[in-house]
């Protein structure tokens, strides 16, 4: 008989929109009963100092529910990179999901994901996203996406171009790697890639299918000009 590995999923969670956790706790039930038995470990919710959306009674609610699922909480608001890093570094499984609060791919993505990385096909899994997501965003992100697609491969020389899916699995050797990044906003997806390709880790892109009620909302301009900074920086110490 073989063994079944182990999985922490981890969720960064800010300022989430209103029935967050109800979204969450049915996706989770949704992945937990498509797993082996025993494989999901802990679902570990980062609250990057969140202002808003994320009460004490939510928590409650949500951990009394959903046994699985642990809340993290520190209270400034540090960055989506720093929040995944936080919850990879506390996980004790063997494999690591990391995905966004809102869940926003169909379960069957993640456990497609694990099992990926628990057959040892790969280190690193990454979501690979199609034309049903992009005609899904607005022509100004659109047109962001493609364009860091397009950059990734002229200025880093990655093979996958598309590093911010939201939705990545690991083993050790990339959770090893995962906990080098040092990004600590959005693009720290990128640095990932980057590094895991330097290291030479074995990487697969997986198609995945966005939910249809999810919203994607444009970035604003004071983000696009923190992540523009991050760009060059990872240009410097690529």
Known sequence: MSVVKTVDIIIPCFNPRNGWEQVLSESILKVKSRLPAGALG??????????????DKIVAKLTTETPEIKVIEYPKNMGKGYAVRKGIGLSEAELQIYTDVDVPYVEESMIRFYEVLAQ????VVVASRGDSYYDSLSGFRRILSKSLRWLNGLLFGLKIKDTQGGLKGMNTAGRKVFLQTQVNRYLFDLEFIQKASKAGLQMMAIDVQLKPDIILPSPSVTVLLKELHNFIRLLIWR
């Open 120 to 123: 040892g096909e790969c280190d």
């Open 42 to 55: 802990s679902v570990i919710v980062v609250n990057d100092g969140s202002m808003s959306g994320v009460s």
